[in-house]
C-alpha cells in the first residue's frame, strides 16, 4: 500500500471510462522578448470532475509550455480561474451538491451512494470538505442565507 510522505494524502486517478473534454490553453505570445520563435517544450495537464445533470465528466485542462533555445525564457499559459484552488471538482459539480444538500434535502450520505451508482464513488468527506470550500464563492451561498434570513 501506498502511504502518504510528510502528511500528504493521495489522490485517486478518475475513471478512464467517464467521458473527457480536451481544453487547451497556449500562452498568449508565440515569440520571447529577444524576438525568436518560442519552441513547444511540454505541456501540463490537470483534470478536474464536472456535473451536466445526469452525467459526470472530466475536463481535462492542458497547459501548453514554450521556451526559447537562446535566451532560455520559458512560457507557458496561465491557470485558468477555479472555485477551490488545486481541487478537481468545477462549479457545475459543486453547484449540483450544494442545491441536492439545501433545496433538494438530499443528504451527504444520499449523494454518496448516488455518484457511487454513477461510476466514481465520491465519499462523504470529500463532498463535505468541497462544500465548506467552496462557501462564500457560490451565489447559491447568498441566496440561501437571504431566505434563512427572511
Known sequence: MLR????????TTLPPQLPRALIHHEPDNSHCQCSCAL???????????DYTPGVLTV????LGKRA???????????VPAQIIDKGIPTAGLLAHIMIAKFADHL???RQESISGRSGLAIVRST??????AARGNLPTDEILFEKSLR
Open 4 to 11: 502518504p510522505r510528510f502528511g500528504k494524502s493521495l489522490r
Open 39 to 49: 519552441k513547444r517544450i511540454g505541456e501540463d495537464v490537470s483534470e478536474k470532475l
Open 59 to 62: 475536463e481535462r485542462h492542458i
Open 68 to 78: 526559447c533555445d537562446q535566451c532560455g525564457t520559458l512560457i507557458r499559459a496561465p
Open 107 to 109: 443528504p451527504l450520505y
Open 127 to 132: 463532498l463535505a470538505k468541497s462544500r465548506l
